[in-house]
């Protein structure tokens, strides 16, 4: 059956359908439907179908993708988790990775699906409008720095929390070493009370760059990162506290510096976000569907029989 997505006369029709995603992901609305519904009537084929869709997006959880029923579909890799491209069973992938020679691959990096295409961030942006206010700002910070986090494995994030720790408390609203007696449950409205926000990815990797990152932007915190040793091609390292490759006594040194010195907090709070304050090429929505129009038009043909057999305009 056709969902959510109702046919647009004009369109041109494509079947798609959506397994091994997180339990809260919407198979209708989501970082990839939403750009394309601009162009194309979109047939979210439900995974308890009888049909079968033309093009499958799988992602990490679990392996419903290798079942024989989806054997004739195009099959897109896209992860929300540090993972590589499973090439042996996959015919296209749309991850965070740096993979600029390989036409089956489109670097999509995670942030971008949580500034565009989030409940969480609608209406925010991390643009720099021209009366932005670095002064007033500093004055509405009346905390030091927080930890939000559940997932307890990552040892670097947690080493950095024990060495900034001897400096001054860092306020734990996750599940992770909770200090406050709460677990905080809008985290960008938490977060805009802090100087600084522990940003630490789970694990490193070039272009793996996750929501960790920009949610303090969001919010007008600067970030202490960890993470991607690429981040400076995606963001102005310049605006936040870089701990990727070097030594976290430095890191935390330099912390204290800006804490102590509103002059130079405010000096990098000054500083946009993305490059030149313009959002970079992997924010451009044109990428995506320019990417799935080519893979698209390699089923153009069965595409055409599918729906003529189903009785569907195209």
């Known amino acids: 059956m056709m969902i959510g997505?109702?046919?647009?006369?004009?369109?041109?029709?494509?079947?798609?359908?959506?397994?091994?995603?997180?339990?809260?992901?919407?198979?209708?609305?989501?970082?990839?439907?939403?750009?394309?519904?601009r162009h194309y009537s979109i047939d979210v084929v439900e995974s308890d179908s009888m049909r079968v869709p033309d093009y499958l997006f799988f992602s990490v959880y679990g392996h419903s993708h290798l079942n024989p029923r989806y054997a004739s579909c195009v099959k897109i890799f896209t992860s929300e988790e540090n993972i590589r491209p499973p090439w042996n069973e996959c015919d296209y992938a749309m991850t965070g990775d740096h993979l600029d020679n390989d036409r089956r691959h489109l670097r999509t990096p995670i942030y971008v699906r949580y500034l565009y295409y989030s409940t969480e961030t609608s209406g925010r942006s991390i643009v720099k409008p021209a009366d932005y206010d670095p002064v007033s700002i500093l004055h509405s910070k009346t905390r030091f720095c927080n930890f939000v986090f559940s997932n307890g494995h990552a040892k670097e994030r947690?080493?950095?929390?024990?060495?900034?720790?001897?400096?001054?408390t860092v306020e734990c609203g996750g599940g992770v070493r909770n200090n406050l007696g709460y677990r905080v449950t809008d985290k960008l409205k938490f977060l805009e009370s802090y100087k600084f926000t522990i940003a630490f990815e789970?694990?490193?990797?070039?272009?793996?760059?996750?929501?960790?990152?920009?949610?303090?932007?969001?919010?007008?915190?600067?970030?202490i990162y960890w993470g991607c040793p690429r981040v400076g091609d995606d963001f102005n390292p310049s605006s936040f506290v870089n701990a990727t490759g070097r030594n976290l006594e430095d890191v935390v040194e330099e912390v204290i510096h800006l804490d102590l010195n509103d002059s130079a907090y405010m000096a990098m709070l000054s500083q946009s976000w993305f490059h030149?304050?313009?959002?970079?090429l992997y924010c451009q929505e044109d990428r995506l569907v320019g990417f799935l129009n080519r893979v698209f038009s390699s089923r153009t043909d069965s595409r055409q029989e599918n729906y003529a057999r189903l009785g569907l305009s195209t």
């Open 5 to 37: 997505l109702p046919v647009q006369a004009g369109k041109p029709m494509v079947s798609v359908g959506f397994v091994g995603f997180h339990r809260l992901f919407n198979p209708v609305w989501n970082h990839i439907t939403i750009p394309l519904a």
């Open 202 to 223: 789970n694990s490193s990797y070039p272009g793996y760059i996750s929501e960790k990152l920009v949610e303090p932007m969001v919010s007008n915190s600067i970030p």
């Open 276 to 280: 030149d304050n313009k959002p970079n």
């Open 158 to 168: 947690l080493k950095f929390l024990d060495i900034l720790s001897k400096y001054k």
